[in-house]
């Protein structure tokens, strides 16, 4: 399975994107999948996920602002951003939790006036 990110992209503090996930092939209903992002110099972060049972979660930072999402039967994912900080700043990838697929090329995610 490949993903394919998309929708990044150059926004202003205060402002959204939605970011997509596209998988290349199905994706069992029994994984969970997540948004993971990686800031330059700093490790790559899991920022949002879902269950197969639909239990969400969120790391501190995006609780409030961040909404992840998904369509199993699509093979898709979003992750809608809003009031968008500086320091949300970042490659954005989709995976499972864990990354136990390949990753993707990710989407760019810049935050700045």
């Known amino acids: 399975v490949q993903f394919v990110e998309s929708g990044g992209g150059l926004v202003q503090p205060g402002g959204s994107l939605r970011l997509s996930c596209t998988a290349s092939?199905?994706?069992?209903?029994?994984?969970?999948m997540g948004w993971h992002r990686q800031a330059p110099g700093k490790q790559r972060e899991l920022v949002a996920s879902?269950?197969?049972?639909?239990?969400?979660d969120y790391v501190d930072s995006v609780k409030g602002r961040f909404t992840i999402s998904r369509d199993f039967a699509k093979n898709t994912f979003w992750l809608q951003m809003d009031s968008l900080k500086p320091e949300d700043t970042a490659v954005y990838y989709c995976?499972?939790?864990?990354?136990?697929?390949?990753w993707g090329q990710g989407t760019q995610v810049t935050v700045s006036s």
């Open positions: 995976n499972n939790p864990e990354g136990i697929f390949s």
């Open positions: 092939g199905p994706i069992s209903s029994e994984y969970a």
């Open positions: 879902i269950s197969r049972l639909g239990r969400i």
